[in-house]
């Protein structure tokens, strides 16, 4: 068993910055991939960003691409998700999530999942 519980999120205004924080315990989060996702009212659960056991390979939505940066550090079994020029389109519960090795942008393919962590970004 993998717990994920995320943090950082709240109110900023368009252009603004946040940095995201998941905190796993249990099992050793470093033989999971990680990946984050995010939920808007009314719209799928969709990805956003995940990262490789090592930290050595990242992947990201097109939406999110160089305005996101997703890392871990897994001697603190934390995964952070830096978002910067923020959009009102990225208003959404934000969720870290946990699958065994390889990579997937599917929902339902992850194992574990955090509660989510709100987002708002004004307009």
């Known amino acids: 068993q993998v717990q994920l519980v995320e943090s950082g999120g709240g109110l900023v205004q368009t252009g603004g910055s946040l940095r995201l924080a998941c905190a796993a315990s249990g099992r050793t989060s470093s033989t999971y991939f990680m990946g984050w996702f995010r939920q808007a009212p009314g719209k799928e659960r969709e990805f956003v960003a995940g990262?490789?056991?090592?930290?050595?390979?990242?992947y990201y939505a097109d939406s999110v691409k160089g305005r996101f940066t997703i890392s871990r550090d897994n001697a603190k079994n934390t995964v952070y998700l830096q978002m910067n020029s923020l959009k009102p389109e990225d208003t959404a519960v934000y969720y870290c999530a946990a699958r065994k090795v390889f990579y997937s942008g599917q929902p339902g393919s992850y194992d574990y999942w955090g509660q989510g962590t709100q987002v708002t970004v004004s307009s």
């Open positions: 990262i490789s056991l090592s930290g050595g390979r990242e």
